[in-house]
């Protein structure tokens, strides 16, 4: 995204963090953030939101996960990207009634794919992800090896009226301008 920080790029007259929050408050007590330069997000959030950083800095997803299970006051915790407009707090909470007792996590299973960053993850799971960290596997699929997850497929999201573009990201400026013109129009 040349050098721009994706969490506050705009989205819909705000910042792409702004909106995600807004979703994520209508079914979560408690709001963290997860950053390693915090300063930037200080004037767009307010104080309800906790910034923490990484115990591990430079460990992708993985990193930013185990901080905040770390540091969460629940013990479930629904995770997202920073780069995903289009978060659904239906698919939060049709994830979470659906977790099953021995699960780590429950994922969207869409497009033939887990999306770690739309879960629901158990806190007891940051034990499970310390030694991964310690060995430097940040890549998100010795994540999916090291946790005991379950699949929310995408039939399931379909069922329920839930959009699959839920779990879509920014990863370039054209995704940017899909998604922006997604929400604008509808196609």
């Known amino acids: 995204m040349n050098g721009q920080v994706k969490a506050l ?4 007259g705000q910042p792409l963090i702004a909106r995600q929050l807004e979703r994520m ?17 200080l004037p767009v959030l307010d104080r309800s939101v906790r ?14 996960l185990h901080a905040a299970l770390s540091l969460a006051r629940h ?8 780069d995903m407009p289009l978060i659904s707090s239906e698919a939060a909470l049709l994830m979470q009634r659906s977790l099953q007792d021995g699960a780590d996590a429950i994922l969207p299973w ?17 034990a499970k992800l310390q030694p991964l960290l310690e060995a430097r596997e940040a890549d998100p699929a010795a994540l999916l ?8 497929p995408e039939a399931r999201l379909r069922e329920h009226g839930i959009a699959l573009d839920a779990v879509a990201s ?17 196609v």
């Not at 090896?145 to 929310?152: F, I």
């Open 145 to 152: 090896r090291r946790l005991r997850w379950q699949a929310l």
């Open 25 to 41: 408050r209508t079914v979560c007590s408690e709001l963290i953030v997860v950053t390693n330069h915090p300063a930037p997000f």
């Open 110 to 126: 869409i497009g033939g794919a887990a999306h770690p960053l739309h879960g629901i993850y158990r806190r007891h799971a940051v």
């Open 51 to 64: 910034i923490i950083t990484d115990y591990y800095a430079g460990c992708g997803i993985v990193g930013g």
């Open 170 to 186: 920014i990863k370039t400026p054209a995704d940017y301008e899909r998604l922006l013109r997604l929400c604008q129009t509808g």
């Open 9 to 12: 790029l705009p989205f819909e």
């Open 75 to 82: 013990a479930e915790v629904w995770a997202v990207g920073c």
